[in-house]
């Protein structure tokens, strides 16, 4: 049950993410982009401003851990994307984001 409760704090927290804005699901390209998931637009990591993560871990399990980037583009587009954490973390994601511009952690309540 403790996973399930995990899994409702993301969707709790990406409700209200939507609610102020952040609309936008993005992924890493094989080539290194940030897109939107309909693919659209793509960005490169000196577009994008890391605003806010937030780290998720299973209690009963340490392989459900998950953190979630809230991101804005330089063009105003914002949104989020998701990566495992740890072991089992995208390289992909990882690589861009240790690349784009990082506004250290927003403590609010979301949570």
Do not use: W
Not at 34 to 49: D, L, W, Y
């Amino acid at each position: 049950m403790q996973d399930k409760e995990e899994l409702t704090s993301m969707v709790k927290v990406l409700t209200n993410l939507r609610k102020e804005g952040y609309t936008e699901d993005y992924k890493i390209t094989d080539d290194g982009m940030m897109c939107t998931i309909n693919g659209k637009e793509s960005f490169g990591p000196e577009q994008v401003n890391i605003v806010n993560f937030y780290r998720f871990e299973g209690e009963s399990n340490p392989d459900d851990m998950a953190i979630l980037y809230v991101i804005e583009t330089d063009s105003g587009h914002k949104g989020t994307i998701t990566d495992a954490y740890g072991t089992y973390a995208d390289e992909l994601v990882e690589n861009f984001m240790k690349q784009a511009k990082d506004f250290g952690k927003n403590i609010d309540k979301r949570n």
